[in-house]
Nanobody
């Protein structure tokens, strides 16, 4: 089992920045990737960004490219999402997810609310 705990959400004005953190614990030794997803009210959960654990390769949704940066600290089993130039449409619950033992995101955090006021 893997447990994920997110932090760092909050209320920010449009154009501002926030940094989300996610700490993983448990059986993390075979982590393939970690990612961030988000779900706005009334919408499906969407992919935001991911990072391959061994290579550090990163991937982003088109809507956040150039504004968000995903990074990891392997020693701390942590992944981060630096969000800049935030827009009202970035308002959502952000979830951290882990693909362990395979490519499927099987483990999810509880989510952290990000609200961007215009």
């Amino acid at each position: 089992q893997v447990q994920l705990v997110e932090s760092g959400g909050g209320l920010v004005q449009a154009g501002g920045s926030l940094r989300l953190s996610c700490v993983a614990s448990g059986r993390t030794f075979s982590t393939y990737a970690m990612g961030w997803f988000r779900q706005a009210p009334g919408k499906e959960r969407d992919f935001v960004a991911s990072i391959r654990w061994t290579t550090g390769n990163t991937y982003y949704a088109d809507s956040v490219k150039g504004r968000f940066t995903i990074s990891r600290d392997s020693a701390k089993n942590s992944v981060y999402l630096q969000m800049s130039s935030l827009k009202s449409e970035d308002t959502a619950v952000y979830y951290c997810a882990a693909a362990v033992g395979g490519r499927e995101y099987r483990y999810w955090g509880q989510g952290t609310q990000v609200t961007v006021s215009s």
